[in-house]
């Protein structure tokens, strides 16, 4: 591309003035199509607002296509631009003039991806600490903690399916999950054979299911609603079926599940092994 | 022809069977399903429901599996025979009753909470003619359960010292002559649907954390319930 300032020879002198004609049609893109971005896809972009972890993910989600936006459209636009003031005469068999180097271009260019770059990686850590891992598995220690009571509860995945364990209800383990709402988890999440992945989307909450180790997971459920657990580590022939049913409900309707929950499994709790971060089940014959 | 239009046309040629050896080899594998049987539907006046009989063998033997011969399995009677398949048939909205012979030995639970018998009419299930609501882990052999429908049924296994007198190795195994657990349990059928089924017991002998081969593999430890 050339400026009237740097005309390439073999160049007509009327040439117009490709940079300032390029970004005047960048900025009047961006300008227009950031904001409708921000309104028509960004709705549609990551989790709901089921937990205020997964509205903040929402929020990182829109930032994230609002910076991308003007990048896009750059590349874009000067792919079309290109196209049709730079292309080559019907029969005409010419190269274009060589250019070599252009330290103003290099260094803008650096400058300007490094600064978007790092910041949004700081902006990502930042909202990543703040917010208590957002959603994430931090493993065993996590750097922030939330304050405040928080409700523990394990999720144990196997091969295939994912139980739960609410510590602080006797140790009982269930198939379902439920949470009572506006009340802060604690998922502390392990497996018991092969690396699984927790992965409750409308809630925001994604952390890895390592067998023999403790990640852990906060989340504050916002909404009373349903939602869906599915296994986000392909594990093996039953992977795309390893599914559970969760539940936000209030906490009126959480203590009465969570004690008939205690009252039917009790021969299964008793069963159970003491609770623990983690679980080394005891090699089977069959297996060893 | 010159060499190289030669050259080109035979690796075009092996390339070509190759991919075809390849797509016939999965699409193989692919519709590759042990065939679905039907649970016997009972006349109204004997109660209704529908009924089922299955059995589980610590060794398919090379009749019923040439290419796996010791893995475990199960099976289902069929008119009076036994069928290689874990693809069931059985009425939606009904009560299935479900017989179950089993002629294998404990792995172990790895997770005691499917100790418990659950999902079943009366959250129970008779072991030998004894009615329980759960059993032993650590003498599981296999267990039976449909997670989309609740259903988890644990199947303690024979005594060491019976498999060791009467290992029935060469499926199918009749209950009257190799020792065995006799289980029974019923669960509801509620909407149409096609739902899987599995065993969680690791007995995958000789597998990665004994969860490999006929755990996965659809026709021996795992696989379908169609309710119509």
Known sequence: MSSESSVAPGLAPEEPNHWRRFLSIWVIASVIGTPLIVLLVGPLLGPSTGSEEAGGQHTIMTVLAAVATPVFMLVVLFIAYSLVYFRQEKGAALEGPAIRGNARVQAVWIVVTSLIVLGLAVYGTYELEDHYGHGSGSGPNPLTVPSGPKLPVQVIAQQWLFTYRYPTYGGVETTHLELPVDQEVEFNVTSLDVIHSFWAYKLGVKADANPGANNIAFVKPTKEESFEVRCAELCGIWHGAMVNPGKVVSATAFNTWIHEQQARLAPATKALPSYSKTYIPEPTRRAE | ?228
Not at chain 2, 71 to 86: D, M, N, P
Not at chain 2, 89 to 107: G, I, R
Not at chain 2, 175 to 193: M, V
Request: net charge negative; with cysteine.
């Open chain 2, 1 to 228: 022809m010159s060499v190289m239009a030669k050259k080109v046309i035979g690796v075009t040629l092996a390339v070509a069977v190759v991919g075809v050896a390849i797509a016939l080899y999965v699409a193989d594998w692919a519709t590759s399903f042990p065939p679905p049987v039907s649970s016997t539907v009972n006349p109204v006046s004997a109660g209704g429901g529908a009924n089922l009989t299955i059995e589980t063998v610590g060794a398919v033997g090379r009749k019923v599996s040439p290419a796996n011969p010791d893995w475990v399995s199960y099976l289902v009677k069929s008119h009076g025979r036994w069928v290689h398949s874990t693809i069931y048939t059985v009425p939606a909205n009904s009560v299935v009753h479900v017989t179950l012979y089993e002629f294998d030995s404990a792995s172990g639970l790895r997770n005691q909470f499917f100790s418990q018998v659950q999902g079943t009419v009366g959250g129970t299930m008779t072991l030998d003619g004894k009615t329980v609501n759960a059993v032993n882990g650590e003498e599981a052999a296999h267990s039976f359960a449909i997670p989309e429908l609740g259903v988890f049924v644990p199947l303690p296994g024979v005594s060491e010292a019976e498999e060791e007198k009467d290992f029935c190795e060469e499926a199918p195994c009749e209950p009257g002559q190799y020792h065995h657990r006799t289980i029974t349990f019923s669960f509801r059928t509620g909407k149409k649907g096609h739902y899987r089924w599995q065993c969680f017991v690791p007995c995958g002998a000789g597998f990665l954390n004994g969860n490999g081969g006929p755990m996965q593999t659809l026709g021996y430890m795992d696989g379908f319930i169609d309710v119509v």
